[in-house]
């Protein structure tokens, strides 16, 4: 069964600067992961997702993420943080294509200060 | 890209009456939908998986009795909570899947009073 694990509940950074949201995953065959983002009282916005090619991944907002099979890791990452950014982040992981669920990490709460 | 819809946004109930949200997607054939329900500050939580013209495969510790799911149509999934109680109470999310993604619903509100 595949799971997916969120190590921080929280990541507090200041605005302008690099912040990385970890996500490590566990699945019996390819992997394909996702990051979503949720505002208060929202429901999920896709940011990116992994299938397959290059292991660099570009999505909305400025935001990118990197899929490392050895270390099973597909952290989230942005190069200079906004305020606006601050909100509830998961990490998704499903198994191949067809009707094969999804499966979401506990989230990861990210303060931008100013 | 592809939209899935979700009605009501929001519902308050009384106990023990029932509620039942939709799910469509909108601009796509959805063979196979989801259905989480999020707690406070927490996850998604996946409590089952709707396959078009069949009974739904419900995750462990879910009562099917309770939440009945039905998907009529390749663009209609419902989930009808039976006899709701306070600790129904929750945000419910559907999503609808394609080949390689899955689209979520804004989200459904249950208050139960």
């Known amino acids: 069964a595949q799971s997916v694990a969120q190590p921080e509940d929280q990541v507090n950074v200041a605005e302008g600067n690099p912040l990385t949201v970890k996500c490590t995953y566990s699945?019996?065959?390819?992997?394909?992961l996702f990051w979503y983002v949720q505002y208060p009282n929202r429901g999920l916005q896709f940011l990116l997702k992994?299938?397959?090619?290059?292991?660099l991944v570009k999505g909305s907002y400025g935001f990118e993420a990197e899929f490392n099979k050895s270390q099973t890791s597909f952290h989230l990452k942005k190069p200079s943080a906004l305020v606006s950014d601050s909100a509830l982040y998961f990490c998704?992981?499903?198994?191949?294509?067809?009707?094969?669920?999804?499966?979401f990490g506990a989230g990861t709460r990210l303060f931008v200060k100013a | 890209g592809a939209v899935v819809s979700q009605h009501p946004s929001w519902v308050i109930c009384k106990s023990g009456t029932s509620v039942k949200i939709e799910c469509r997607s909108l601009?796509?054939?959805?063979?196979?939908m989801f259905w989480y329900r999020q707690f406070p500050k927490q996850s998604l939580m996946l409590m089952a998986t709707?396959?078009?013209?069949?009974?739904?495969?419900?995750e462990q510790g879910v009562e099917k009795d309770k939440f009945l799911i039905n998907h009529a149509s390749l663009t209609l999934s419902t989930l009808t909570v039976t006899s709701a109680h306070p600790e129904d109470s929750s945000f419910y999310i559907c999503?609808?899947?394609?080949?390689?993604?899955?689209?979520f619903g804004p989200g459904t509100r249950l208050t139960v009073t």
């Open positions: 999503s609808a899947r394609d080949e390689y993604e899955q689209y």
């Open positions: 699945v019996s065959g390819n992997p394909y």
């Open positions: 992994y299938i397959t090619g290059d292991n």
């Open positions: 998704a992981v499903s198994e191949g294509s067809g009707g094969f669920k999804t499966i």
């Open positions: 601009d796509f054939q959805a063979t196979t």
């Open positions: 709707s396959n078009e013209g069949s009974k739904a495969t419900y």
